[in-house]
């Protein structure tokens, strides 16, 4: 039965703006767990390459134990890790067709390429690598891992943030090993970490002005 008076009829205005909060709500499922994930690196990297510093006398106002850095370090690192696998997993439940694959595939890149990483690092040991050239080598070879997949990650999803993103930490992990060791580990923890966390924040308040445009 077709309306009468036109009162049933539906206003585009409301269409659009609801397809507006719709869409919203969607990019907030995402969002949210990517700006949580960020966060977790950006203070992992700034308090664990501060730390590796601090294990020298390097740092004016304290000095860490080399031990207690170097378990803290990985703690921080092994905790990212997690954390980011769980927060990626409940994200990726609701998700069907080629997202869930792009996800998955990305998601298994991360895992194999920090493998292959720390794969290599062990074959220049065996090698004969020193460990004060060990201390260079790591750091950069994960920023250089690390600067890729977010290449990758900003080509797939046509992120420009995500790629700009990746070129930096990538010019990161280049310029640290030039300050030596433990100066690269406070180029790490300035540069990368604090990289991470602008980057969180921005991500942040553009999701705050964007819900906020929604709502209005």
Same mark, same amino acid.
């Given at each position: 039965m077709e309306p009468t008076d036109? *009162?049933?009829a539906l206003d585009p205005a409301a269409m659009?703006?609801?397809q507006e909060r719709q869409a919203s709500r969607v990019d907030d499922i995402f969002t949210r767990p990517t700006i949580a994930i960020v966060y977790i690196w950006g203070v992992a990297w700034t308090v664990g390459f501060l730390a590796l510093w601090s294990a020298s006398d390097e740092n004016p106002w304290f000095t860490t134990p080399p031990t207690v850095a170097g378990w803290l370090f990985g703690i921080l690192m092994v905790g990212g890790i /997690? *954390?980011? *696998?769980?927060? !990626?997993?409940?994200v990726s439940r609701g998700i069907q067709g080629a997202q869930q694959v792009q996800g998955t595939m990305y998601g298994i890149a991360w895992a194999i390429g920090c493998t292959a990483a720390a794969v290599f690092g062990g074959a220049l040991f +065996?090698?004969?690598?020193?460990?004060?050239l060990a +201390?260079? #080598?790591?750091? +950069?070879?994960? *920023?250089l891992v690390v600067g890729l997949l977010y290449l990758a990650g900003g080509a797939v999803w046509r992120d420009r943030l995500m790629y700009g993103?990746?070129?930096?930490?990538? /010019? /990161? !992990?280049?310029a640290a090993p030039f300050f030596g060791s433990p100066g690269n580990a406070l180029i790490m923890a300035i540069a990368g970490g604090g990289g991470f966390? /602008?980057?969180?924040? #921005?991500?942040? +308040?553009?999701?705050r002005r964007r819900a906020h445009r929604s709502a209005a």
């Open positions: 036109g *009162s049933d659009l703006a609801l /997690v *954390s980011s *696998s769980i927060i !990626g997993s409940r +065996a090698a004969g690598m020193a460990p004060a +201390a260079i #080598f790591y750091p +950069a070879i994960y *920023s993103m990746g070129i930096w930490i990538i /010019v /990161v !992990g280049m966390l /602008v980057y969180a924040t #921005f991500l942040e +308040a553009t999701r």
